[in-house]
């Protein structure tokens, strides 16, 4: 499978700011993900990156505070908006390269929020 | 109905024992069940995974047993070694998209030697 590249692989920010994390794959891939994992859990799906239109998000996300951007086939976005302590996490970027495909992961970006 | 249950939350086998990990599921429309392997600091990687036509699949050490009457799966590692402490998660998803996952809560393996 392609290989995941995320920026950045960690960070820590003041509560009420923001932070965009990348999502770079090494080929084309069919469709991209975002995932949020929380310290000690599983993981939970935020959103499914669309190239070149809104990002569908899954019950209990909102665009105004997970806005997604994929421009291109191989690069999606996801900026935590307006961040508070509980939004501290691991935020992983996915994808598949083809249509029933297994699900490839990047390395994530650990955000803790002060 | 989205949920997949998974058990036990941690487990601890010796070098060379047999590592059992169960899950089972609510929604009938899931087709496909991989299992992924997290270690500390990386992302998941995809271990196995198998589709509702076969009950059982195996890869080396890995096997996945499939109940589709029960809505449940397994997976057993044989031979468990110490590399394999890891974080196991198991997860369901429809085949129409199997990008879109539905996980387990994991399971902390920690094999001892």
């Known amino acids: 499978s392609a290989v995941i590249s995320q920026k950045p692989s960690r960070d820590i920010c003041q509560r009420g700011t923001s932070l965009t994390i990348q999502c770079q794959v090494d080929?084309?891939?069919?469709?991209m993900f975002w995932y949020r994992q929380q310290p000690g859990q599983s993981l939970t799906l935020i959103a499914t990156a669309n190239q070149g239109s809104e990002a569908t998000y899954e019950s209990g996300f909102v665009i105004d505070k997970f806005p997604i951007s994929r421009p291109n086939l191989t690069f999606s976005t996801l900026t935590v908006s307006n961040m508070s302590p509980e939004d501290s996490s691991i935020y992983l970027c996915?994808?598949?390269?083809?249509?029933?495909?297994?699900?490839?992961f990047g390395q994530g970006t650990r955000l803790t929020v002060v | 109905q989205q949920q997949v249950k998974q058990s036990p939350q941690s487990l601890i086998v010796q070098k060379g024992g047999i590592s059992i990990i169960n899950c089972a599921y609510e929604?009938?429309?899931?087709?496909?069940f991989p299992w992924y392997q997290q270690f500390p600091g990386k992302g998941p990687a995809l271990l196995i995974a198998?589709?509702?036509?076969?009950s059982e699949k195996k890869e080396g050490r890995f096997t996945i047993s499939f109940n589709k009457s029960a809505k449940q799966f397994s997976l057993h590692i044989m031979d468990s070694q110490p590399g394999d402490s890891a974080t196991y998660f198991c997860?369901?998803?429809?085949?129409?998209?199997?990008?879109?996952?539905?996980f387990g809560q994991g399971t902390t393996l920690q094999v001892k030697p």
């Open positions: 198998i589709r509702p036509d076969v």
């Open positions: 929604n009938t429309a899931f087709d496909y």
């Open positions: 080929s084309q891939v069919t469709m």
């Open positions: 996915s994808a598949i390269q083809g249509w029933n495909t297994e699900a490839f």
């Open positions: 997860a369901a998803s429809n085949s129409g998209n199997t990008g879109k996952l539905i």
